[in-house]
């Protein structure tokens, strides 16, 4: 038998509570029920991770980063189309200038979201941020927009470190 430090035990022991957790909330396969047309029903969710974000982003880190600047939009908000809430529904998130938002990236938008795409709207001309693809379809964004409009976009993951 090897020997296990501490790190690894925290580390296996949060691995093991989050499969827990996921098993117990019912979000395990084969809970879904087929819809008359072939997909699966939708299913409010309750998607305690981007709660938990909101409440408490200090415990999440940086798992990927993406900038990019806006032009000639200072004072306009920014409005970020391919997200969606704690219920799993689809919603804009408004990010006006100086300001930091955090949601959940909707990968159910088409293939562009799919592979982890993020559309964004300002002005009424609607654009990718960039070429931003998260690692992980659906995962938790932070954005940041600063006052000169540069904006920066930063995938979250729970700090598991010890």
Same mark, same amino acid.
């Given at each position: $038998?090897?020997?296990?430090?501490?790190?690894?035990? *925290?580390?296996?022991?949060?691995?093991?509570?989050?499969?827990?957790?996921?098993?117990?909330?019912?979000?395990?396969?084969?809970?879904?029920?087929?819809a008359a047309?072939?997909?699966?029903? +939708?299913?409010?969710?309750?998607?305690?991770?981007?709660?938990?974000?909101?409440?408490?982003?200090?415990?999440?880190?940086?798992?990927?980063? $993406?900038?990019?600047?806006?032009?000639?939009?200072?004072?306009?908000?920014?409005?970020?189309?391919? +997200?969606?809430?704690a219920e799993?529904?689809?919603?804009? *998130?408004? !990010?006006?200038?100086?300001? $930091?938002?955090?949601?959940?990236?909707?990968? +159910? !938008?088409?293939?562009?979201?799919?592979?982890?795409? *993020?559309?964004?709207?300002?002005?009424?001309?609607?654009?990718?941020?960039?070429?931003?693809?998260?690692?992980?379809?659906?995962?938790? *964004?932070?954005? !940041?927009?600063?006052q000169d409009?540069? !904006?920066? /976009?930063?995938?979250?993951?729970?700090?598991?470190? /010890?």
């Amino acid at each position: $038998m090897s020997d296990l430090n501490r790190r690894d035990a *925290v580390k296996l022991a949060a691995g093991l509570a989050a499969c827990a957790g996921a098993l117990i909330g019912g979000e395990a396969a084969g809970d879904e029920k087929p819809a008359a047309s072939g997909r699966p029903a +939708a299913q409010p969710t309750n998607d305690r991770a981007l709660e938990h974000a909101l409440q408490s982003p200090s415990t999440f880190m940086f798992s990927e980063q $993406m900038t990019f600047k806006l032009e000639d939009s200072h004072s306009r908000d920014l409005y970020i189309t391919s +997200a969606s809430n704690a219920e799993g529904k689809a919603e804009q *998130v408004r !990010v006006p200038s100086a300001s $930091m938002r955090i949601f959940r990236a909707d990968a +159910a !938008v088409d293939a562009f979201t799919r592979q982890g795409g *993020v559309y964004w709207q300002i002005i009424g001309k609607e654009g990718k941020a960039g070429s931003f693809r998260l690692k992980e379809p659906g995962a938790l *964004v932070l954005i !940041v927009r600063d006052q000169d409009d540069t !904006v920066r /976009c930063y995938a979250l993951q729970y700090d598991l470190r /010890c």
